[in-house]
């Protein structure tokens, strides 16, 4: 007896969803895999201690002497400077929205504007901060650059931390107003505690977005080959050192770009590898 195959159409739209989620997968790790290669055959030659120890010296982007010391400082300096600026505004907002106005309108209407703020290009910010520089007369410098970031970074840390806050229990919350805490005990002792590796992940992303960014800062915070000694200082970073090293049109330095685009590739790498490290380590204190 031949028994006829009939399928129903939950099962045909399971199979087409599977197919196009592992297309998705297989686009996304092949374009990782493909970026990864590009940057490792062209810059690993070119890579040498010389190269991340030393400033650029004289005739540097003429295929000469020197380094991209003063871009790593710099793409650290302001990364982390805007991340941490952006962190001391974030929290308290993420945590105002789930403690005191939660699902009410006026918390859809900021979370609306967090994702707005979220995908404007990063050009337009680094625009709106170079005419607020030129307004109180200030120059390209780290200070310049910080600011630039931690507005970039805001939306993103806030969205996420928000995102982390709401798959809280609320019976933890609960448990800590019915004996006696008020709203901001309960944020600060239980929701930040119990939320803290995901808050930890959420700054890390949004420090990997910034120092990753060249469009913003390449108003704000100038280029220099020096190091940076102070706050009104100009500050190179690694995508504007990429951006003018392939620029050239000497295929030695070009290839010192694709150099520096894997000291950035293996900054991110590191720090997306240390936040997993440390909300694995801190999520032994969280109640589940």
Do not use: C
């Not at 707005?116 to 005419?131: D, K």
């Not at 060249?214 to 990429?242: E, F, N, W």
């Amino acid at each position: 007896m031949v028994r006829s195959w009939h399928f129903k159409p939950r099962h045909v739209a399971e199979t087409v969803a599977k197919f196009f989620m592992l297309l998705s997968f297989l686009i996304v790790a092949a374009s990782l895999l493909s970026i990864l290669w590009t940057v490792l055959s062209r810059g690993l030659p070119a890579l040498s201690w010389e190269m991340i120890s030393q400033t650029p010296k004289g005739g540097y982007y003429l295929g000469k002497e020197g380094g991209i010391l003063n871009a790593i400082i710099g793409s650290l300096l302001l990364a982390g400077g805007g991340t941490l600026v952006a962190l001391v505004i974030s929290l308290p907002i993420a945590l105002f929205l789930e403690t005191y106005v939660m699902k009410t309108r006026w918390a859809r209407y900021v979370r609306l504007t967090l994702d707005i703020l979220w995908g404007i290009p990063s050009i337009v910010y680094g625009a709106f901060a170079f005419t607020l520089m030129l307004a109180m007369g200030l120059r390209a410098s780290m200070l310049g650059g910080i600011i630039v970031l931690a507005l970039l970074e805001i939306p993103i840390m806030t969205r996420a931390m928000d995102e982390v806050i709401r798959l809280m229990p609320e019976e933890l919350s609960q448990a800590s107003l019915a004996v006696g805490a008020s709203k901001l005990e309960t944020a600060i002792r239980v929701t930040v505690r119990q939320m803290l590796p995901g808050i930890v992940t959420a700054t890390l992303l949004a420090f990997g977005r910034g120092i990753g960014d060249a469009a913003s800062v390449l108003y704000t915070a100038g280029y220099t080959d020096r190091i940076p000694t102070s706050l009104s200082s100009p500050t190179a970073s690694l995508p504007l050192a990429i951006y003018f090293q392939l620029g050239t049109p000497y295929p030695e330095v070009q290839q010192r770009a694709y150099a520096s685009a894997l000291v950035l590739t293996l900054i991110v790498l590191i720090v997306s590898l240390g936040s997993r490290l440390v909300s694995a380590r801190l999520g032994r204190f969280i109640n589940r």
